[in-house]
């Protein structure tokens, strides 16, 4: 009998998807997101790799003069989402947002690439992306990073993905709130208010987009006119581990260029790293860089450095720490450590359980020999979506599903994280259309 859950991923799947890119949730999301994207061809690719690869062609066809991979691409007019194309106003030819998302892009190439089934197809897709990657990769160097200090900043909090983080509270405070033209919030029609951001934080979201808009989406002044510039470790971590993959793609495609310079990105951000370790919390923490500190905030960003290459004995903190933690929730990971009292295990990135993070966390410590901590994030996640279905994200002590429902990358992950439980392949050979298991491991 194939695995109920392995069908289920599919059909939500298929779902969202509308031709040449997949909503993250109808509703609440009705456009491209780029990391969400880079993290569904991984699933889409078990059952149709060229639909996997056409999800990143896409999103690399909205990609700026300058390099950047925005955000967000408005494919289409939709009402139901704030804020639209018209409050960017970033004068594309297909709308877009003006800031941009985790870099994922890189890693997911040469995942798709090493599984790669139809090897020609593969062959000419990532020739293609290589480049285009790589651009990004430099832009962010370039734009995020003036100073060369080796570590890329970011300008507003839904750069990283991780929106309403408690990591922001004190740098966020700084932004002002004057000046926003009022608007009605849409993500609280789709969802549960208690689930998402407050509106406190909205009107400074919207605060720095107006402010960048003034500034004409100009990437060579935006980062120093910034009054929120913060550097993430896990933000950092999937770049280097972006750079890190693109190079071995490089060397494996003969592109001597874009190899030599990855591996220099890659050797000079995993030292630039360090300075965000903290030995008090025993893990990475981010650095504001405004303020010129260190963020005293135990996130699940500084555990996402393990998905970078870090040193052995930070591989072997983060494994320890996130053994700690896993006896304060029930389920991995908690995007906040319960203990520090503004955590809020149902509000977005405030503490609540997200796969995609799970599973970048668990490839990253299997890969640095940390595989007992892996499997046991692995087999959490599976129990959470058996217990709680395929939503956004889940409220670690409760295990409540949250957020928007039907969750793309959730089933997206869903299907990787059933690649490697041993109890699944003989699900996973018996589901129509699915790879054979054994050329699909994370865990390496
Ligand atoms: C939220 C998340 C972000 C994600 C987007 C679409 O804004 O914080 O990480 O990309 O939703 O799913």
């Known amino acids: 009998m194939p695995n109920p859950l392995l069908s289920r991923a599919r059909d939500i799947l298929k779902a969202n998807d509308l031709g040449t890119y997949t909503v993250p949730t109808h509703g609440l999301y009705p456009f491209q997101w780029n990391w969400d994207s880079c993290l569904t061809a991984l699933g889409q690719a078990h059952f149709d790799e060229a639909r996997a690869w056409t999800e990143i062609e896409t999103l690399f066809e909205h990609q700026w003069e300058d390099g950047m991979v925005p955000h967000i691409v408005f494919h289409k007019e939709d009402e139901g989402y704030f804020p639209g194309p018209d409050v960017w106003n970033t004068k594309r030819p297909v709308p877009t947002s003006g800031i941009t998302q985790p870099p994922v892009a890189g890693f997911t190439v040469r995942r798709l690439f090493e599984r790669a089934r139809d090897r020609d197809l593969a062959d000419r897709k990532v020739r293609a992306l290589l480049p285009k990657i790589h651009a990004w990769h430099e832009w962010f160097y370039r734009c995020r990073d003036p100073q060369k200090t080796g570590v890329v900043a970011v300008i507003h909090p839904w750069e990283t993905g991780r929106d309403n983080s408690i990591d922001w509270d004190d740098a966020f405070s700084k932004v002002p ?17 208690d689930h998402r951001p407050t509106q406190d934080q909205y009107e400074r979201y919207i605060w720095l987009v107006q402010a960048f808009r003034n500034l004409n989406w100009d990437n060579t002044v935006l ?24 190079a071995a793609l490089a060397e494996e495609l003969g592109e001597i260029k874009i190899a030599q310079q990855s591996r220099q990105r890659v050797a000079a951000g ?21 303020a010129g500190e260190q963020i005293k905030s135990a996130s699940v960003a500084g555990l996402l450095a393990a998905f970078a290459p870090i040193p052995e004995e930070r591989m072997q903190g983060l494994a320890s720490r996130i053994r700690k933690l896993a006896q304060t929730s029930r389920y991995a990971v908690p995007s906040h450590d319960p203990a520090d009292p503004r955590f809020d295990g149902a509000r977005y990135w405030r503490g609540p359980v997200w796969l995609i993070v799970n ?14 901590v892996a499997e046991s994030i692995v087999n959490s996640s599976i129990s959470l979506i058996e217990d709680s279905g395929f939503a956004e994200y889940y409220d670690p002590i409760t295990g409540e599903p949250c957020g928007g429902l039907e969750f793309t990358w959730t089933a997206a992950m869903v299907i990787e994280f059933l690649s490697l439980s041993a109890t699944t392949l003989e699900d996973l050979k018996a589901a129509s259309g699915l790879t054979n298991p054994n050329e699909i491991p994370i865990v390496k």
């Open 270 to 290: 995993a030292s630039a790293l360090e300075a965000l370790w903290n030995d008090d919390l025993g893990q990475y923490v981010c650095y504001d860089r405004v």
């Open 223 to 246: 980062h120093d006119h910034s009054p929120f510039r913060v550097v993430d470790p896990g933000f950092n971590a999937i770049l280097l581990r972006s750079c890190s993959d693109i």
């Open 177 to 193: 709130t004057d000046g926003v033209v009022p608007f009605i919030r849409r993500d609280t029609q789709h969802a549960n208010p």
């Open 359 to 372: 599973y970048m966390i668990a490839d990253g410590l299997a890969r640095q020999n940390q595989t007992d």
